[in-house]
């Protein structure tokens, strides 16, 4: 997909900070994007009931002419280069693992200097076109392999039945790979990111405060309301009643 990209505009090149719990509704967006996080920021993108998450170690592509949904679960400076290409990219958003962040962040200040100039076009291109590249090399970076286990992951996080053995399944792969090309491709075991996917979802339905403590576990996957809330606890600090209190 990157590899056809032919840049017309660069039509913005900003940092956004945002105090966690922003969420905005985007109607018809008007050009294509590409969102970065720094630090622990995070957003969540929803777009036809599917969910693209950005955060530190992911890029998002996001679509023209897209309606959408975004909350930020973490705040942060977040930032974003808007640009038009001369045919058409993509319809959907595009999760991209960075390997190193901190590239793709010093890449962006280039950028948004030569941006903020006004008559650097061509080395603006460059700079560009060369942050795309790097991009390209990482997405192929993903084996396809693991697409049918996190598509499914997504689907089924209510289950608490989820585990290796059924993703490696699904994947048609042995228990053992799956476990070994998802660490190293995402950086993390498939347990840790099924956990925090439920954390994340256990927190947007406590903020919402439209169920209980017990109904939140059923709802985010946990075999019961003790081991959901001594996950809760390990990770933010809080207990999921101290949790939905404060927001």
Partial sequence: MLEKLILTEIK???VIPTKRGRYLEIKDRKSYG???CSGDGRIVYECRGKKTVS???TAVILPKGANYELRNEEGGDFPIINFETLYPLTDEFIEIPLSSPEIYLDE???IERLFSVGDSTPELFAAFYSMMARLRKEGQGRPSVLNPALEYIHKNIQDPELSNDVLAKVCRVSEVYFRRIFKKTLR??????ILSLRIDKAKELLSEGLCSVGDAA???GFSSPYHFSRCFKQITGRTPTEYRSKH
């Fill in 108 to 110: 962006f200040a280039q």
């Fill in 188 to 193: 993390i075991s498939p347990k840790q990111y």
């Fill in 12 to 14: 913005g090149a900003y």
């Fill in 218 to 220: 059923e709802l985010c």
């Fill in 34 to 36: 590409i969102s970065f």
């Fill in 55 to 57: 955060d530190r170690y």
